[in-house]
């Protein structure tokens, strides 16, 4: 089975740090994914990454950045955190292939003060 | 551009019984796949079900089953033989060659 690990399933931050969401994969897949949902809002896709080092925007890519060194991690940073971004993060991943489905960690819950 | 609309943001069923849930998408790919996730109190997403557009037959996975009209660009998931377990949030999700879009998803309440 594939395991996708987000390192924090809580988080409680202040208004302007930086914050670090981290996001681990053990199944050699090429594709890792971040989104957020909120309430009625369902997901929204912030940024994807296909390979070491490749990153593309999502739908609400503003305010935040990744970072992907090794191809099992997948970072998500914001780089000043705003009451704004708390929410629910999600990572996934995929395996290559149109029919490969997505598979998710366990979730990050964000609070910005 | 992909977009996914799910008409119904809560739904309920009793046990042992049918429920629907639609979705409509829109998509500019011509190759692509569906998919219906859940995820329970607990958040875990799990994937439910998958539908391939080339293929005409619907998918069905035990007692989940999906209506696929692809002209009416129509996903829709029919549950049978309701359960408790299957207290969820659901959403739908076409897929292409990079990223899945999802709905907003339906919030389902099974009633004993």
């Known amino acids: 089975d594939v395991k996708v690990t987000q390192s924090s399933r809580y988080l409680v931050k202040r208004t302007g740090e930086k914050v670090f969401l981290e996001c681990v994969q053990d199944m050699d897949h090429e594709n890792m994914f971040w989104y957020r949902q909120d309430p009625g809002l369902g997901l929204r896709l912030i940024y994807f990454?296909?390979?070491?080092?490749?990153?593309e925007k999502g739908d609400i890519p503003e305010g935040y950045s990744v970072s992907r060194e090794k191809k099992e991690r997948f970072s998500l940073i914001l780089e000043s955190a705003s009451t704004n971004q708390t929410s629910m993060y999600l990572c996934?991943?995929?395996?290559?292939?149109?029919?490969?489905?997505?598979?998710f960690g366990n979730g990050t819950r964000l609070t910005v003060t | 551009a992909q977009t996914v609309t799910q008409s119904q943001p809560e739904m309920s069923v009793q046990e042992a019984e049918t429920v629907t849930l639609s979705c409509t998408y829109d998509t500019s790919e011509s190759d692509y796949y569906l998919f219906w996730y859940k995820q329970p109190p607990s958040r875990q997403m799990i994937l439910v079900i998958r539908?391939?557009?080339?293929?005409?037959q619907n998918a069905t996975e035990n007692r989940f089953s999906v209506n696929f009209q692809k002209a009416a660009k129509s996903f829709s998931l029919k549950i049978s033989d309701s359960q408790l377990g299957d207290a969820a949030m659901y959403f739908c999700a076409p897929g292409g060659s990079e990223k899945l879009v999802f709905g907003k998803g339906t919030k389902l309440t099974v009633n004993p």
């Open positions: 539908q391939e557009a080339y293929k005409q």
């Open positions: 996934a991943t995929r395996g290559a292939g149109r029919y490969s489905p997505l598979h």
């Open positions: 990454s296909y390979d070491v080092k490749m990153k």
